[in-house]
């Protein structure tokens, strides 16, 4: 049975890794897919895809880090389809890795922040006011390994990623009579574009994706896919008591 029979659903990051593969598994579910990201050409080949197979989607162009693009982004949703059932915030860069935490730069903060952070709060504010007018909903955001663990080099990340689950568990309260769920989860290694400019292809077999690769309990990187299933479930009435939760994908690193 198809969980999200003719759910309105929108995944922002959805151009390319874990929201690209959400894309496609939400939309074999049933549902019809808001496909948002920032390179239309990409967007609408993902579209496309969904299409071809027999799915409903369509591309909404919007950089989650200004308010007034989400705002607009979310009103064509409803303007369109009437609610807005299910949402995935999954848009976020890496920024630059590497640095020590004494040479980060205004310009590497105010990225990490404008897009990790920004982009997570105002998806969420007019998500939520979208899903308190129609009865209910589910909101999965995109934390990280690292929203549990440091690395070093990764101080800017990190922080944004920690602020992700802070806005996913105050929201999660905030909503919970109001019908409205709202988890994270928190990815180890994937196979994305993201990984592989920080640690190169696995034909390269680089130092840098064998030094992530040995974090890994399982001693592999998971696959888009992987984290997809675990954002559908989160967002499926199969985890209808799930709420605030910050589920960790990744073969057990955080803990071990």
Not at 207 to 224: A, C, D, K, L, V
């Amino acid at each position: 049975m198809n969980r999200f029979n003719n759910k309105i659903v929108l995944i922002t990051g959805a151009t390319s890794g874990i929201g690209e593969a959400a894309a496609y598994a939400f939309a074999q579910e049933g549902a019809t897919v808001i496909v948002n990201g920032r390179r239309d050409e990409r967007g609408e080949q993902v579209v496309a895809r969904i299409r071809d197979n027999g799915g409903r989607a369509e591309f909404i162009r919007a950089d989650v880090s200004r308010e007034s693009e989400v705002e607009a982004m979310v009103s064509e949703i409803v303007s369109r389809h009437g609610r807005l059932d299910v949402a995935f915030n999954n848009a976020g860069i890496e920024g630059k890795m590497g640095d020590r935490t004494d040479q980060q730069s205004q310009d590497d903060y105010r990225e990490n922040v404008d897009v990790n952070i920004g982009g997570v709060l105002w998806s969420m504010k007019h998500e939520l006011q979208a899903m308190l007018k129609s009865g209910g909903g589910a909101i999965v955001n995109t934390a990280s390994i690292f929203s549990q663990i440091g690395m070093p080099g990764m101080s800017l990340y990190s922080a944004s990623k920690h602020a992700v689950v802070g806005l996913t568990r105050t929201a999660s309260i905030e909503y919970a009579k109001d019908n409205i769920r709202i988890n994270a989860v928190s990815p180890g290694g994937v196979e994305t574009e993201m990984f592989v400019r920080a640690a190169g292809t696995p034909d390269e077999n680089s130092e840098g994706r064998q030094f992530f690769t040995n974090f890994h309990p399982m001693g592999r990187i998971s696959q888009p896919e992987e984290q997809a299933a675990a954002v559908l479930f989160l967002a499926s009435d199969d985890a209808s008591f799930v709420n605030g939760a910050n589920l960790a994908v990744d073969s057990g690193w955080s803990i071990s």
